[in-house]
T-cell receptor, first 114, second 112 residues
Framework: DVKVTQSSRYLVKRTGEKVFLECVQD?????MFWYRQDPGLGLRLIYF???????EKGDIPEGYSVSREKKERFSLILESASTNQTSMYLC?????????????FGPGTRLLVL | GNSVTQMEGPVTLSEEAFLTINCTYT??????LFWYVQYPGEGLQLLLK?????DKGSNKGFEATYRKETTSFHLEKGSVQVSDSAVYFC???????????FGSGTRLQVQP
């Protein structure tokens, strides 16, 4: 069965802390994505990675960075957390193609920055 | 640019009622269109998709038809159940792109 897991379901951090969100997929997918979900805004793309060590900015990359050292793992990093980064973060993966392969989502990490 | 517009929620229906959730889009070229569903406490799951004009996607009693002339992809179900209560997202992928562009989501509440 397809599986995308995220390291935490809930996180509470303080302003200025460095925060790591981890995502692991077991489907050998080349493409991985980080989105944030906010009420009334739907999901917005932060970064995606089309292969190991490859990354591309999404629509809202400011304040975030990413790391993809292994195919199965894609990390989102908040270098210095701020209160406006309080949100639900969703990771997804899909096979390498420009076709319409499905994206598979993890359960999400709800981050609160105080 | 690319964008997706969904009707505002929440939509509250009684069990066995007919459901329509409107979705319209703006995109370059011929995008692929999707409906994703998010049940409480879970991530998103693909519900259905359509890749070209006049295609009909269907799954679990839900249907949506890709209408190029009206740039729409409305979600319908003939008889909803309490277990259909969730947030529904319309999304698109333009040709040559990997990432999805999402609408804002529509919460559906089905009462017994």
């Amino acid at each position: 069965d397809v599986k995308v897991t995220q390291s935490s379901r809930y996180l509470v951090k303080r302003t200025g802390e460095k925060v790591f969100l981890e995502c692991v997929q077991d489907m050998d997918h080349e493409n991985m994505f980080w989105y944030r979900q906010d009420p009334g805004l739907g999901l917005r793309l932060i970064y995606f990675s089309y292969d190991v060590k490859m990354k591309e900015k999404g629509d809202i990359p400011e304040g975030y960075s990413v790391s993809r050292e292994k195919k199965e793992r894609f990390s989102l990093i908040l270098e210095s957390a701020s209160t406006n980064q309080t949100s639900m973060y969703l990771c997804a993966s899909r096979q390498k193609s420009l076709g319409v392969e499905t994206q598979y989502f993890g359960p999400g990490t709800r981050l609160l920055v105080l | 640019g690319n964008s997706v517009t969904q009707m505002e929620g929440p939509v509250t229906l009684s069990e066995e009622a007919f459901l329509t959730i409107n979705c319209t889009y703006t995109a370059t070229g011929y995008p692929s269109l999707f409906w994703y569903v998010q049940y409480p406490g879970e991530g998103l799951q693909l519900l259905l998709k359509a890749t070209k004009a006049d295609d009909k996607g269907s799954n679990k009693g839900f249907e949506a038809t890709y209408r190029k002339e009206t740039t729409s992809f409305h979600l319908e179900k003939g008889s909803v159940q309490v277990s259909d209560s969730a947030v529904y997202f319309c999304a698109l992928t333009p040709p040559g792109r990997r990432a999805l562009t999402f609408g804002s989501g529509t919460r559906l509440q089905v009462q017994p």
